[in-house]
Antibody, heavy 120, light 108 residues
Framework: QVQLQESGPGLVKPSETLSLTCTVS?????????WGWIRQSPGKGLEWIGT???????YYNPSLESRLTISLDTSRNQFSLNLSSVTAADTAVFYC?????????????WGRGTLVTVSS | EIVLTQSPDTLSLSPGERATLSCRAS???????LAWYQQKPGQAPRLLIY???SRATGIPDRFSGSGSGTDFTLTISGLEPEDFAAYYC?????????FGQGTKVEFK
């Protein structure tokens, strides 16, 4: 059974970088699939952040691309999110996800989510 | 960006009743790339339907999806107590991938 678990600070100061890690169990991320992040806030609902292919290709939401880096660590079976220059608008629950693409596209496995608050 | 508009925002129904949820896209979406998710309070969304009409693993057959182009529908044929939740449509055909704002199915 594939499981995803987010980890990282729950509180980040404005202008700093938000960093989260997703640990995958039950599946090797280097075996395939895409992996990514979605966030949910009361004001903006569910928002796709970005996705990375196990080979390293990334796909980012254009609204976040200038501040965003998603990367893989296959040796630890993890992938990570870095979002720079955060503001209060970045406060949200962040979910890591697995994304299937062939032939259909959908997010089939989700982590439980982690709340990140941006505040001084 | 493709905007997905769900209606109604809230659906008040009783167990056993039929729920019909609508998702309208601002431009055409391939059925291959349209999915539905269920979310209960404090939980992550769960995949219900992919490819507009295919049920995900373990999803009961009272859940069905239909539609094409700009109009998609999720139907719950007879509500069970565990079905009262929020439902979201989502498209992965055109970047950025987007979600609808959600429909909450609540007890009447």
């Amino acid at each position: 059974q594939v499981q995803l678990q987010e980890s990282g600070p729950g509180l980040v100061k404005p202008s700093e970088t938000l960093s989260l890690t997703c640990t995958v169990s039950g599946y090797s991320i280097s075996s395939g699939y895409y992996w990514g992040w979605i966030r949910q806030s009361p004001g903006k609902g569910l928002e796709w952040i970005g996705t990375i292919y196990y080979g390293g290709t990334t796909y980012y939401n254009p609204s976040l691309e200038s501040r965003l880096t998603i990367s893989l660590d296959t040796s630890r079976n993890q992938f990570s999110l870095n979002l720079s220059s955060v503001t209060a608008a970045d406060t949200a629950v962040f979910y890591c996800t697995r994304f299937a693409v062939t032939p259909y596209r959908y997010f089939d496995v989700w982590g439980r989510g982690t709340l990140v608050t941006v505040s001084s | 960006e493709i905007v997905l508009t769900q209606s109604p925002d809230t659906l008040s129904l009783s167990p056993g009743e039929r729920a019909t949820l609508s998702c309208r896209a601002s431009q055409s979406v391939s059925s291959t790339y349209l999915a539905w998710y269920q979310q209960k309070p404090g939980q992550a969304p769960r995949l219900l339907i992919y490819g507009a009409s295919s049920r995900a693993t373990g999803i009961p057959d009272r859940f069905s999806g239909s539609g094409s182009g700009t109009d998609f529908t999720l139907t719950i044929s007879g509500l069970e107590p565990e079905d009262f939740a929020a439902y979201y449509c989502q498209q992965c055909g055109t970047s950025p991938w987007t979600f609808g704002q959600g429909t909450k199915v609540e007890f009447k």
